[in-house]
């Protein structure tokens, strides 16, 4: 969860929220260390700990509650279940993730999305920079960062004039 959705996604206004059952805060403590994890975790009131569910299992029951394994959920922007599994299956979400927040459509640095990387995705790129296009899309914004640190800046200007350039965009 840390290293294959969190630290991927979490620029792409991407929540991630683990929910442990335990009240324990020394074995939570213990978890995050080992596990080196980093985005928020929170306790599930009303449970008794172990293998027992709280409030949050019974809302949100699936088969085989009880058992260890977690449940993993996908929430879309409008508050919709977009995917429920009690297996960890890493491709799938991603799948899913990508249809959701658009990235699946597009290549990187096709900002206004014609199919061509040119000059034209060049000015779209410094209009999101210069504040002329005040309300990019999701879209425009992931097709616009290059180098995919989050912010659309010069150094994604210039790696996309440098891919139009030696003709190696995306390859
Ligand atoms: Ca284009
Ligand atoms: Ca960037």
């Known amino acids: 969860m840390e290293t294959t959705i969190w630290q991927p996604y979490q620029d792409n206004n991407v929540t991630l ?15 995050v260390a080992e596990n080196s994890i980093t985005f928020p975790i ?41 995917y429920a599994n009690n297996e960890i299956d890493t491709e799938w979400m991603h799948y899913v993730l990508d249809e959701l927040i658009g990235s699946t459509d597009g290549i990187a640095g096709d900002v206004n999305n014609d199919s061509l990387i040119n000059i034209l995705d060049v000015i779209q790129t410094v209009n999101i920079i210069l504040g002329t ?36 965009c995306g390859g």
């Open 133 to 168: 296009n005040s309300t990019p899309t999701d879209f425009e914004l992931w097709a616009a960062d290059m180098n995919q640190d989050g912010n659309i800046d010069i150094l994604d200007v210039v790696t996309l004039a440098n891919c139009i350039l030696v003709d190696n």
């Open 17 to 31: 929220l683990g929910i442990i059952n335990t009240p324990d805060q020394e074995l939570i403590d213990n978890f």
């Open 42 to 82: 929170l306790f599930d009131p009303g449970s008794s700990g172990g293998v027992q569910g709280g409030d949050t299992y019974d809302d949100y029951y699936m088969p085989n509650d009880g058992s260890p394994y977690p449940r993993d959920f996908i929430v879309d922007q409008e508050g919709i279940l977009q």
